[in-house]
C-alpha cells in the first residue's frame, strides 16, 4: 500500500481540467462532502475543490469574483498570470502555495484547504480556509486547581500551540511540525526553547519520533507508547498534562514538548520521578504551605502504595509488632471473619477498583461520589455481614484516598497496580519479603531512564541545585540563592 | 527473551507455593497469653495462662461486664515447655506468648530457685522483654491470675498498669522485666530483686465477677514491696 502511494503521490499533475476531475475522483471516491466545483476565471475554465465542513471556499470565490474583474487583462491571458494575482495581490487570507503533486494536492484538500486548478497549469493553488468547529478553551476537566489559570487545551493543535506562545513571548521558542500515522495523517508538534534544551534529548526525540510508524494516531498516547524508553516497567516516563501553565514551566525548564492534533493532552519528555509529584499549584501558593503539601503527597505515594501489604504482612506474620491493645480490639473485630486477612484485602481493594471504574463511566453529578463513598458504604455492609473487618475497610479507604491526592494521574495507576503486587508477596512472606519488594523497586526505579535521562534525577544522581524544587519547594528568592550556593 | 521471562514467572511461582506460608498465624487463630504463673508441683511444673478471649474481646464490649474477657487453662508437665504443650490439649487455639504482660512466680518456687524457669522464659523466641515478674506471696501463681479486676478489662494489664503507676509514684514497689532481671543475676557482686504481689481478700470470692459489683472494694492484689533474691534466684527476704 506504501509503496504505490508514495510513486503516484511524486507524480506531477496533469494539465487539463477534465483529467484532474477524474484523477480526484478516483482517488478519493464519491463522497457528497468533497465539493469539485466548475468556474471560470476570466476566460479559462478552473476547478475548485474543497470539503464540505472542513474548508470555507468563501475567501477564494469572493476574490474571484470581485477581483479578477478588475484585473482581467486580454493581453495576457495564461493561466499563471491569473494564479500570481491571486496568490500575490487578491485573496485576503494569510496562508497560501502552490501544490505541484497529487499527494501534496491530496494533503492540502483534507487537511481542509481549498483547491484551485486552472486549464493549462500543472500546479495547484491552494488557500488556507480551515474553519472547524472547535471547543471552546475551557477549564481542565482532569487537573484543577484552587488558585491559578483555569484554561486549558483544546483538540486544535493550532489553538494549543497559540496558547502556550501567549504565555512564552520568547523569541526561543521553536517549533517543529510532522504528521505521523498513516492513515490519519494526524499533525503533530514538538516545541521547545532554543539555547535551554539539551539538543542531544531532541535529537534522540526525533529519531524516535521519525522511526513511528502506527496506521492511526488519535491520542497523545499512540505516541506515547512509541517513544517511551523500553524497560517494560509500569512507572511513566512520559509526563502529560491538560494545561498550559503547566507546560509552559516545563519547556522553560527546558523540557520538550509534544503536542498532538486532536487531543488536549501534551506530553512532556524527559519526565523525571519528582516530577509527578510536583503541581502547578505549589507555585501559586506560599511556599510553606506548598512544601508541607508536596512532602504529604510523598507520604501519599507511600500510604497508597504500603498501607494493605502493611496491614496483611503485620496481622499475619508480626503480630508482636503491634500494641497489646490494639491487638485486643483487632483480635475482637477478625473473630468470625471466614478469610484470610489477605483474601479479604484482596476482595475490597478489588471491590473498590470496579466501583472506581463504574464510576468514570457515570454522569459527573453522580460520578464523583459514588468511589468513595460507596466503599465506604459497601464496606460498612460487609462488616455488618461479617463478611469483612472494621480495620479492613478503613485501610482500603485510607488507600484509595491517598491514591486521588497524587497528582498525576498516570502516576496513580502505577501505584495501583503495584500496591497488589506487593500485597500478594507480603501475605507469602511477610515484612521480610515486602522490604525486599521495596528493594527491588528502589533498584528498577533507579535503573530507569527518560529519553536519556536518569529516571531519578535530583535525588539519584543528586543533584543539589534541584533540591530547591524536589521536596520542598523554596520560595523564589531563597531559590535563587540555593542555586547560586549549590555545587552541582 | 520470552524463555527467560516464563522461567522467572515459573520460579517466582514456585517460590510463594513451596514454603508453604512461612510462619504466618492469622489473628483469629491465636489465643493471646496475657500473664503465665509458674508453681511448683510434684514431679514438675504447674503453669496457669491466663488467656484472652477473643470473643469477648471485641471494641464493643470495652464497658460492659458481661462476661469476662479472659480464660485461665492450668496445666502439670515435667518442665515449663512441657507444660504449656500440654495446654494445647485444652486451648482450642495455639498460644501466642508475645504479648505477655506479667509472669508471675509461686512463692515455693520462687525459694527452691527460678533459675530453670527462667532459661526456659528468656530463650523462647516469642517472649519479649517488656512484661514485668512477680512472686506471688503467701500464695499460688494461679491464685493471683484469677482475679477480677474493675477498671481494666483484662486483669492482667490492671496488674501491670499498677505496677507501672505505682512504680513512678512510689518508689516502694518497683517494675522488674526480664531484661534487668537476667542482667542483675549474671552481674558480679548485686543480687536481682522481684516484686511481690499477694492476694488479700476472700481467696473464694477473687474469682468471680461479684468482686467487681461491689460499691467497696476490698483490695484483691496489692503490691508488697521488694523481694530479694538470691544468687541462684532463690528467695531469701
Not at chain 1, 59 to 80: G, N, R, T
Not at chain 2, 24 to 34: D, S, Y
Request: aromatic share 8%; with cysteine.
Amino acid at each position: 500500500m506504501d509503496t504505490t502511494n508514495s510513486a503516484k503521490n511524486q507524480e506531477p499533475l496533469p494539465d487539463s481540467i477534465i483529467e484532474i476531475k477524474e484523477l480526484m475522483r478516483n482517488r478519493l471516491g464519491t463522497s457528497p462532502d468533497i465539493v469539485i466545483r466548475d468556474m471560470r476565471i476570466g476566460p479559462i475554465p478552473a476547478v475548485i475543490l474543497y470539503i464540505e465542513g472542513m474548508g470555507d471556499p468563501q475567501p477564494l470565490l469572493q476574490a474571484i469574483h470581485q477581483d479578477m474583474a478588475m484585473f482581467y487583462d486580454e493581453k495576457e491571458p495564461s493561466p499563471e498570470h491569473y494564479i500570481n494575482i491571486l496568490q500575490l495581490r487578491s485573496i485576503t487570507l494569510g496562508k497560501i502555495g502552490q501544490a505541484d503533486t497529487l499527494g501534496a494536492v491530496e494533503e492540502k484538500l483534507l487537511s481542509g484547504n481549498t483547491i484551485l486548478f486552472m486549464e493549462g497549469l500543472s500546479t495547484a493553488l491552494y488557500i488556507g480556509t480551515q474553519s472547524l468547529k472547535q471547543r471552546n478553551v475551557e477549564e481542565p476537566a482532569s487537573q484543577s486547581v484552587v488558585r491559578g489559570p483555569r484554561e486549558g487545551f483544546t483538540e486544535s493543535l493550532r489553538e494549543n500551540t497559540a496558547l502556550i506562545r501567549r504565555r512564552i513571548q520568547s523569541p526561543d521558542l521553536r517549533l517543529e511540525q510532522l504528521k505521523i500515522g498513516e492513515m490519519t495523517n494526524t499533525q503533530v508538534a514538538i516545541m521547545y526553547m532554543e539555547g535551554i534544551s539539551d539538543p542531544e534529548i531532541l535529537q534522540e526525540l526525533r529519531r524516535r519520533m521519525s522511526q513511528i510508524s502506527v496506521e492511526s494516531v488519535l491520542e497523545s498516547n499512540y505516541i506515547e507508547e512509541m517513544i517511551q524508553d523500553q524497560r517494560y516497567s509500569p512507572f511513566p516516563t512520559v509526563y502529560n498534562s491538560e494545561r498550559p501553565d503547566v507546560i509552559a514551566s516545563a519547556l522553560v525548564e527546558g523540557r520538550i514538548a509534544i503536542l498532538v492534533e486532536g487531543t488536549p493532552f501534551v506530553l512532556v519528555v524527559p519526565a523525571l520521578f519528582v516530577q509527578f509529584f510536583q503541581s502547578s499549584e505549589d507555585y501559586y501558593q506560599r511556599e510553606d504551605f506548598s512544601s508541607l503539601v508536596r512532602l504529604l503527597r510523598y507520604l501519599c505515594f507511600g500510604i497508597a502504595l504500603l498501607t494493605p501489604s502493611f496491614y496483611i504482612a503485620i496481622t499475619t506474620f508480626h503480630q508482636e509488632m503491634l500494641p497489646t491493645n490494639l491487638l485486643t480490639s483487632l483480635i475482637g473485630q477478625r473473630e468470625g471473619i471466614p478469610f484470610p486477612a489477605f483474601v479479604e484485602a484482596l476482595l475490597m481493594e478489588i471491590t473498590f477498583e470496579i466501583l472506581r471504574e463504574a464510576g468514570i463511566r457515570l454522569p459527573k453529578s453522580i460520578g464523583q461520589s459514588i468511589s468513595i463513598v460507596g466503599t465506604l458504604v459497601i464496606g460498612q455492609a460487609a462488616v455488618e455481614a461479617g463478611l469483612v473487618s472494621a480495620a479492613m475497610v478503613i485501610v482500603v479507604s485510607i488507600t484509595a484516598i491517598a491514591n486521588f491526592a497524587l497528582p498525576a494521574f498516570n502516576l496513580g495507576i502505577t501505584v495501583r497496580i503495584l500496591k497488589f503486587a506487593i500485597m500478594g508477596i507480603a501475605a507469602s512472606f511477610g515484612l521480610y519479603g515486602m522490604i525486599i519488594a521495596l528493594i527491588i523497586l528502589a533498584l528498577h526505579l533507579c535503573s530507569l531512564e527518560s529519553v536519556g535521562v536518569p529516571y531519578m534525577t535530583s535525588f539519584a544522581p543528586m543533584r543539589w541545585k534541584s533540591q530547591a524544587d524536589a521536596l520542598l519547594r523554596f520560595s523564589q528568592k531563597t531559590k535563587k540563592k540555593w542555586i547560586n550556593k549549590s555545587k552541582t | 527473551m520470552y524463555k527467560k521471562l516464563l522461567l522467572i514467572a515459573l520460579l517466582l511461582s514456585s517460590l510463594v507455593i513451596a514454603p508453604g506460608c512461612w510462619s504466618r498465624k492469622e489473628l483469629n487463630e491465636i489465643a493471646v497469653v496475657m500473664a503465665l504463673g509458674i508453681d511448683v508441683a510434684e514431679g514438675g511444673y504447674s503453669v496457669s495462662a491466663q488467656v484472652l478471649n477473643s470473643s469477648e474481646a471485641g471494641s464493643t464490649h470495652i464497658n460492659s461486664i458481661g462476661s469476662l474477657p479472659v480464660v485461665t487453662y492450668k496445666s502439670f508437665g515435667k518442665t515449663i515447655p512441657d507444660a504449656l504443650q500440654r495446654m494445647l490439649s485444652m486451648a482450642p487455639r495455639t498460644l501466642y506468648l508475645s504479648h505477655l504482660r506479667v509472669l508471675v512466680f509461686g512463692e515455693e518456687l520462687a525459694r527452691k530457685g527460678v533459675g530453670d524457669a527462667m532459661d526456659f522464659i528468656s530463650r523462647n523466641h516469642e517472649l519479649r522483654t517488656d512484661f514485668f515478674l512477680l512472686v506471688a506471696k503467701n500464695s499460688k501463681a494461679t491464685d493471683i491470675l484469677e482475679v477480677v479486676t474493675p477498671f481494666e478489662y483484662i486483669p492482667a494489664n490492671s496488674l501491670y498498669t499498677s505496677i507501672l503507676a505505682s512504680n513512678r509514684k512510689w518508689a516502694v514497689t518497683g517494675k522488674v522485666t526480664l531484661q534487668h532481671f537476667i542482667t542483675e543475676l549474671k552481674r558480679h557482686g548485686s543480687d536481682p530483686v522481684l516484686s511481690g504481689v499477694e492476694l488479700a481478700g476472700k481467696k473464694e470470692s477473687a474469682g468471680s465477677v461479684d468482686n467487681v459489683k461491689k460499691l467497696i472494694r476490698t483490695p484483691c492484689c496489692s503490691m508488697r514491696g521488694w523481694l530479694y533474691l538470691k544468687k541462684t534466684g532463690w528467695l531469701v527476704g
